[in-house]
């Protein structure tokens, strides 16, 4: 029994069929594989402009959605007011929230005003939830860390019982980015001594 493919006259447009036929397979193949897909090019946010000339820029630390206010240095001592009394303590923070991490307290930046730290490569964020340093403010101090996040910055180990860390560091230069001014009172910009009264604003 003979086929189609045998027939001498056939066996040109048998051929011709085929090849038509595998074209069209392989031309539907391609067509189903999906085109390649350009992907967005993300562009980084632009937070250096709201940076003071002539400082380096830590806006890069900081989350992309957050924007840097202010930015500057200072030294941070510690401290933590739990309302116990002990070292120093002089009640519940000014915020009428109870003493945690990230708490700082600042002599003059409103109540509220949130912000990051940055000491020897470390980074920690914070809320100003208290007043002070008092008179340490006079020379400079301007910032009082919670207790636990400054042994955290310094390597050292915070001690709940005494509310005091290891070691023999009580104070360390810091650099600051403020992110957030809080709504609370007290004066934007850069910070000023206990003393000045500026918290009451």
């Not at 056939?10 to 193949?29: D, E, F, I, K």
């Not at 020379?139 to 050292?156: N, R």
Request: glycine content about 12%; some cysteine.
């Amino acid at each position: 029994m003979k086929t189609l493919f045998d027939l001498p006259g056939n066996r040109r447009l048998t051929t011709a069929a085929t090849l038509v036929g595998a074209v069209a397979v392989t031309a539907s193949l391609v067509a189903a594989v999906p085109a390649p897909v350009e992907q967005p090019v993300k562009e980084a946010a632009n937070v250096t402009a709201a940076l003071p000339a002539g400082q380096p820029s830590l806006a890069l630390a900081i989350p992309a959605n957050e924007e840097v206010l202010l930015q500057g240095s200072t030294t941070g001592s510690y401290f933590w007011d739990d309302c116990s009394g002990r070292q120093g303590d002089t009640g519940l923070p000014a915020i009428g929230k109870p003493m945690q991490q990230g708490l700082f307290a600042s002599p003059s930046w409103p109540l509220g005003t949130e912000g990051y730290i940055f000491y020897k490569g470390k980074m920690a964020k914070f809320f100003i939830g208290d007043r002070g340093p008092g008179v340490p403010s006079d020379s400079g101090v301007m910032l009082d860390i919670d207790g636990k996040t400054f042994a955290e910055l310094t390597g050292t180990t915070w001690n709940q019982d005494t509310l005091t860390i290891s070691g023999d560091q009580g104070h360390i230069p810091i650099q600051y980015v403020v992110t957030k001014w809080g709504d609370g009172p007290g004066l934007r910009g850069e910070p000023v001594p206990f003393s000045s009264g500026a918290w009451r604003s």
